[in-house]
T-cell receptor
Framework: SQTIHQWPATLVQPVGSPLSLECTVEGTSNPNLYWYRQAAGRGLQLLFYSVGIGQISSEVPQNLSASRPQDRQFILSSKKLLLSDSGFYLC??????????????FGEGSWLTVV | LAKTTQPISMDSYEGQEVNITCSHNNIATNDYITWYQQFPSQGPRFIIQGYKTKVTNEVASLFIPADRKSSTLSLPRVSLSDTAVYYCLVGGATNKLIFGTGTLLAVQP
């Protein structure tokens, strides 16, 4: 069966420090991969999605970036965090090219607090 | 990806049936309708998916009229543990999955 893991689960970082959140998917090949952010009490904001290795589409042109160095690995990064980057970050995957393409599976989430 | 519109919040009592409606006027022919449930500090999880008419599983039913411009998630006999945010997502084999604002369902004793 397919599983998705992301880490770390909780992170407290000072303003201006770098960020790296990592996500891996097991049990499937060539998944679509996503990073979402959710501020407290708000909806899900799509940050990045990827349809393959090295292929990243950005929805939020801010100080965040994403990379996909391997088929089932997705990394969210920042060189210098802002206070507004605080939130709940979710990695997710879906099966491309089928009617179930909008069936999306989420990881456990990572809480980031920028202080 | 079809834009969706849902009520921001709904209130209910334990044991009642709850119906949450989602509007998606520009749904495409190949789009499916999928509903998700999200608890605080967790990722959304799949509830039910359909294309037309009615779909039922062990936790919910999904009603889709013939024009497919809306859908209704029906939760039978809700309990306190059903308090959550519910999202409808409309799309087909698309790569860009954007969630709407969702509906916060509050179930009271």
């Amino acid at each position: 069966s397919q599983t998705i893991h992301q880490w770390p689960a909780t992170l407290v970082q000072p303003v201006g420090s770098p960020l790296s959140l990592e996500c891996t998917v097991e049990g499937t090949s060539n998944p679509n991969l996503y990073w979402y952010r959710q501020a407290a009490g708000r909806g899900l904001q799509l940050l990045f999605y990827s349809v393959g290795i090295g292929q990243i589409s950005s929805e939020v042109p801010q100080n965040l970036s994403a990379s996909r160095p391997q088929d089932r690995q997705f990394i969210l990064s920042s060189k210098k965090l802002l206070l507004s980057d605080s939130g709940f970050y979710l990695c997710a995957w879906s099966v491309p090219g089928s009617h179930s393409g909008n069936t999306i599976y989420f990881g456990e989430g990572s809480w980031l607090t920028v202080v | 990806l079809a834009k969706t519109t849902q009520p921001i919040s709904m209130d209910s009592y334990e044991g009642q049936e709850v119906n949450i409606t989602c509007s998606h006027n520009n749904i495409a022919t190949n789009d499916y309708i999928t509903w998700y449930q999200q608890f605080p500090s967790q990722g959304p999880r799949f509830i039910i998916q359909g294309y037309k008419t009615k779909v039922t599983n062990e936790v919910a039913s999904l009603f889709i009229p013939a024009d497919r411009k809306s859908s209704t998630l029906s939760l039978p006999r809700v309990s306190l543990s059903d308090t959550a945010v519910y999202y409808c997502l409309v799309g087909g084999a698309t790569n860009k999955l954007i969630f709407g604002t969702g509906t916060l369902l509050a179930v009271q004793p």
